[in-house]
């Protein structure tokens, strides 16, 4: 079970804005920096948002936290946009990296 | 420019020791706040961290792992090491080696990925 908790899927037609959501807790998301990141089909992840909401990517995305939940949020959405999205950050409890789930997004 | 290359067996045998090596490049270990970790990704599952180790040689371990993980840096090679005992087919997976920034008062998450190396455990 993981310790970040991220919906397994989202969807949105083209154009529309998206927001996925991560549920942590104060050991991690509380009290640490939240990351995002993009994994499109058979490649690696990419870094989209760092240190909670500074952008690696254009500026269709974006990142927010509060307390112990975070959320990335995709503008404009873009057919490219459709492949599986994780939030990560340390855990001081753990000491160590934890990952969500993953969340699909499907555009339809 | 950061990049980050694993390598490794693709297939190794259950019970066997799995050896795999991160060599990078565009940092240097021996520079404060620098760290490499590894990630793995089972097919179709979620990412999963593995270990870490700092500049200063701290390490750090998922702990549901820990008593089977080893860790460690060539400095003056620019490598980084992880060993896996005992693998079982569950431990098939595509393994990623990361970079992470340690700063003061500050643990952050990967930033820069290497493009990842496929292991299959079978016999």
């Known amino acids: 079970q993981s310790v970040l908790t991220q919906p397994p899927s989202a969807s949105g037609t083209p154009g529309q804005r998206v927001t996925i959501s991560c549920s942590g807790s104060?050991?991690?998301?509380?009290?640490?920096?939240v990351y995002w990141y993009q994994q499109l089909p058979g490649t690696a992840p990419k870094l989209l948002i760092y240190?909670?909401?500074?952008?690696g990517v254009p500026d269709r995305f974006s990142g927010s936290k509060s307390g112990t939940s975070a959320s990335l949020a995709i503008s404009g959405l873009r057919s490219e946009d459709e492949a599986d999205y994780y939030c990560?950050?340390?855990?001081?409890?753990?000491?160590?990296?934890?990952f969500g789930r993953g969340t699909k997004l499907t555009v339809l | 420019q950061v990049t980050l290359r694993e390598s490794g067996p693709a297939l190794v045998k259950p019970t066997q020791t799995l050896t795999l090596t991160c060599t990078f490049s565009?940092?240097?270990?021996?520079?404060?706040?620098?760290?490499v970790s590894w990630v793995r990704q089972p097919p179709g599952k979620a990412l999963e961290w593995l270990a870490l180790?700092?500049?200063?040689?701290?390490?750090y371990y998922n702990t549901s792992l820990k008593t089977r993980l080893t860790i460690s840096k060539d400095t003056s090679k620019n490598q980084v090491v992880l060993t896996m005992t005992n693998m079982d087919p569950v431990d098939t997976a595509t393994y990623y080696c990361?970079?992470?920034?340690?700063?003061?008062?500050?643990?952050?998450?990967?930033?820069?990925w290497g493009q990842g190396t496929q292991v299959t455990v079978s016999s």
């Open positions: 180790i700092t500049w200063d040689d701290d390490k």
């Open positions: 240190k909670n909401n500074q952008r």
């Open positions: 990560a950050t340390w855990d001081d409890s753990l000491s160590g990296v934890v």
């Open positions: 104060s050991s991690n998301i509380g009290s640490n920096y």
């Open positions: 565009g940092f240097s270990l021996s520079t404060g706040a620098m760290c």
């Open positions: 990361t970079r992470m920034l340690r700063r003061v008062g500050a643990w952050e998450s990967p930033d820069y």
